[in-house]
C-alpha cells in the first residue's frame, strides 16, 4: 500500500546518507552492479557496433559512458539556473519543431534555451544511430527535456515520486509496448553526481507483482478513453505496466528491501537505457539533459527481450 509522504522522504535520507555505489547500506550488493555497462567512450561516435553492448541494453541494463560529457558553450553557462524554468512546468521541453515549452525569460533566453537543447537532441541522436543502427529507420523522436531543478526537494504524489523504483508506464499514453529509449546527460556545473538506484531484472520484477496486479476489464478501458483519460484505448500490456509502476511505488518493503546498486553517475557523463524495462528511482542531482525515442518492439535486434514479450510470455496470451 501506499505510504505518508513523509516516510518517502526518510526512504531518501536513508540511500543518500547510508549507500554508496555497489553497496546498500546493509552491506550488500548482490551482484547488481552487472546492471552498470561501463563504457570507455569518450566521442558521440562508434567505429563499430558492439554486439555485447546490444544485447546487454536490450536485456534491461544501463550503459553508462563515463568520460562522454555534453560540452556547454560559455554563452550557455547561465541557463545553469532554477530560474530559466516556467514554475508552473515540471521540466523544459523542445519539440520535434523546435518549439520549446516550460520556459521563463525573454525571447532571447528562450532561443538559447532551444538552441542548447536542440544540439544535446543531435548529439544523442548520433550516439544512438552509432551504437544501435538497426533502429535508425524505426526511431520515432520524443521531445527532448532540460530539468534544471533539483531532485531532493521535489514534492509530488507517491506515484509520481521518481524516488521510487519503477519501470516507466503512463497513465494517459497508452504505448501497446512500443519502447522507451532514454538517453541522459548530467551537466551539473559543481561536479554533483545525478544519483540513481538501478534494481532487478524487469522479469524478476514482473513475476513479483503480477499476481498482484488488478484483472483488465476492457470496459474500463473503452470508459477512460470515452472520458479523454486516455489519449487511446488502454490495452492490457499498458494495463499491466502500470500495474507494475504502480506496484513497485506502492511498496515501500521492496523498495528497501529488492535487489539493487546506487549510482552516482558522475557530472559530464552521458547514461542510456530502456525506461519501460530498467528498474530505477533517482535519488539526487540537479541540470540533467534527456532525450526520449521509441521504437516498436519488433524492430529490436532481439524482440523477445522486450517487456511486451516478456509480459506475454509470463501472462500465456496476447497483450495487444
Known sequence: MPVDPSAAGIFTAFY???????????????????????????????????????AELEAGKVLYFPHLAFELLSSERSLLNPAVRD?????????????????????????????MIGRFREQALSLVHALLPKYREALR?????????????????????DRRMHVDAFPS????????????ANVNPDGAPRVWRVGEPFETVARRFLP????????????????HITKSFRSEYDHLMLQLHDGMKGDMQYQQDAQQVTVPFAAGSVWVCF??????????????LEQTLHLPPEKQYDPASSPLAILTRLVGHPLV
Open 173 to 184: 499514453r497508452p504505448n501497446y509496448g512500443e519502447r522507451i529509449l532514454r538517453v541522459f
Open 141 to 161: 523522436v520524443a521531445p527532448t527535456s532540460y530539468r534544471p531543478m533539483q531532485v531532493e526537494t521535489r514534492s509530488q504524489s507517491w506515484r509520481a515520486d
Open 275 to 288: 525506461s519501460d524495462q530498467a528498474s530505477h528511482a533517482v535519488m539526487a542531482g540537479q541540470y540533467m
Open 212 to 227: 498482484r496486479a488488478k484483472p483488465y476489464v476492457r470496459w474500463q478501458a473503452s470508459l477512460l478513453k470515452a472520458l
Open 16 to 54: 543518500l546518507a547510508g549507500r554508496i555505489h555497489g553497496i546498500d547500506a546493509c552491506g550488500h550488493n548482490g551482484g547488481m552492479e552487472s546492471q552498470i555497462i561501463e563504457i570507455d567512450l569518450a566521442k558521440w561516435q562508434v567505429d563499430t557496433p558492439n554486439d555485447t553492448w546490444i
Open 87 to 115: 514554475p508552473k512546468s515540471r521540466n523544459i521541453s523542445l519539440d520535434a519543431r523546435g518549439h520549446i515549452k516550460g520556459a521563463a525569460g525573454d525571447a532571447e533566453q528562450q532561443l538559447a534555451l532551444a538552441a
